[in-house]
């Protein structure tokens, strides 16, 4: 009876595992993990002008990425965001040097309004940080910040249902419903069609 149930178990967890569809707004996917958008042009890695959102010597797991699942699926706004799994209060840093073009800070977490970082690159598009924690901003609109500077705290505000960073790279209407970018980041490991689902990211020196 015993080995009966065993096998009928093991037969569900098969099942759930073949058909897993999107979990949650961090983890989970269509059809397992995503690696990239398999259609989308992507920068050389190695060369990229992008750092990770982090302090160097961090590591964080990626949930949802490019072409994932829910709002990340292909042909939405959000298809080249990356959600970075990190407790609130966790420091984020600038990505590129810039100038920091909106800041809103006002929400609580697991409340609205969406905490969120703008920041505009050298190349004039932008760089989003979103559900940051209550007055979790360290940058103020208008200020300039050099690639690796520190720019705020992770949280959970807005949509998020768990604490993570949504990060997405736009062009230049950066209000949604905006369209998202494929970037690659250069100071980690190869991410040659940015970063994978479920994989975890050290941020390497610059």
């Avoid at 002008?49 to 302090?55: C, E, G, N, V, W």
């Avoid at 042909?75 to 407790?87: H, K, L, R, S, V």
């Avoid at 006002?106 to 505009?120: A, C, H, K, Q, T």
């Avoid at 993570?164 to 419903?177: D, E, K, M, R, S």
């Amino acid at each position: 009876m015993k080995i009966k149930f065993y096998l009928i178990l093991l037969f569900i967890c098969l099942s759930c595992n073949k058909n897993d569809g999107f979990i949650s707004d961090t983890i989970g996917g269509q059809n397992g993990f995503a690696n990239g958008c398999p259609d989308a042009f992507y920068p050389n890695w190695e060369t990229s002008p992008h750092l990770l959102p982090y302090p160097v010597g961090d590591s964080y797991t990626i949930g949802l990425s490019h072409c994932s699942g829910s709002a990340h699926s292909e042909g939405e706004p959000d298809q080249f965001a990356i959600d970075f799994i990190m407790e609130v209060g966790t420091l984020l840093t600038a990505s590129r040097k810039g100038t920091i073009m909106f800041v809103e800070e006002s929400g609580l977490d697991n409340e609205f309004p969406n905490n969120m970082i703008v920041l505009r690159d050298e190349d004039g598009f932008f760089l989003q940080y979103h559900h940051l924690t209550h007055n979790g901003a360290i940058v103020e609109q208008g200020q300039f910040v050099e690639e690796g500077d520190p720019i705020g705290y992770s949280g959970s505000s807005g949509t998020a249902r768990s604490p993570h960073l949504h990060f997405v790279a736009t062009g230049i209407n950066w209000q949604y419903p905006y369209q998202s970018l494929p970037i690659t980041f250069r100071n980690t490991s190869g991410n040659p069609k940015s970063l994978i689902q479920g994989e975890t990211y050290e941020a390497l020196p610059f």
